[in-house]
């Protein structure tokens, strides 16, 4: 089955304590990116991957890192998380910037 | 950055009602697509189109892009058609592959 797969759903945290949400796709796609949903925002891109190795920023990207080392994983990384990262993320994949995009279930975080 | 902005954002209905949703840009775009967020919270993609129009069953969608708007129709509307219903554009615009947001219009519909 088609899927993009993020790890974890949930997660209650600390300020400070580094955390990894881990994302995966099947389809072979080139293109993934990171959003976060706030009440009254919307969906922000956080930050985009074109391909392997090859990773630009959002209109959101501060606090966060990404790598793109295999194509089908795009590990979202809050190095020292603080309260107002406290979101719903998603991370999404398609064949290139310009096709449809498929998301992940979401990862709601909270950091206290 | 490119603004985009969705109406109305809150709509109620009774099931059985047509709506049509509408999502204005600011800027020429060479991606415009609809999602639908469910009330569990998960992000369908109803629509790539970036100008033109399509149909996928008893939903479709029309983007003018010359005058930098989408519109979504929903017929006769369903239970499941409630949630909140997003246009996403991005600008055109070579080595920027942002994907822009708009906030949203919720659907209710009342059985």
């Known amino acids: 089955e088609a899927q993009v797969t993020q790890n974890p759903r949930y997660l209650i945290t600390v300020t400070g304590k580094k955390l990894t949400v881990t994302c995966s796709q099947n389809?072979?796609?080139?293109?993934m990116s990171w959003y976060r949903q706030d009440p009254g925002l919307g969906l922000r891109q956080i930050y985009y991957?074109?391909?392997?190795?090859?990773?630009d920023k959002g209109d959101v990207p501060e606090g966060y890192k990404v790598s793109r080392k295999e194509k089908r994983n795009f590990p979202l990384i809050l190095e020292s998380p603080s309260p107002n990262q406290t979101s719903l993320y998603f991370c999404?994949?398609?064949?290139?910037?310009?096709?449809?995009?498929?998301f992940g279930d979401g990862t709601r975080l909270s950091i206290l | 950055g490119i603004q985009v902005e969705q109406s109305p954002p809150d709509l109620i209905l009774q099931e059985g009602a047509n709506s049509t949703l509408r999502c204005n840009f600011s800027?020429?775009?060479?991606?415009l697509q609809w999602f639908h967020q469910n009330p569990w919270g998960q992000l369908i993609n109803l629509f790539y189109?970036?100008?033109g129009t399509k149909q996928n069953g008893r939903l479709s969608a029309t983007t003018v892009a010359t005058e930098r708007y989408s519109l979504l129709y929903i017929s006769s509307s369903q239970t499941t058609d409630s949630g909140v219903y997003f246009c996403a554009v991005t600008i055109s615009n070579f080595g920027n592959e942002k994907l822009t947001f708009g906030t949203g219009t919720r659907l209710t519909i009342i059985p």
């Open positions: 800027d020429s775009v060479n991606n």
């Open positions: 389809m072979n796609h080139e293109y």
């Open positions: 189109i970036p100008s």
């Open positions: 991957s074109m391909n392997v190795e090859v990773t």
């Open positions: 999404a994949s398609s064949f290139g910037p310009y096709q449809p995009q498929h």
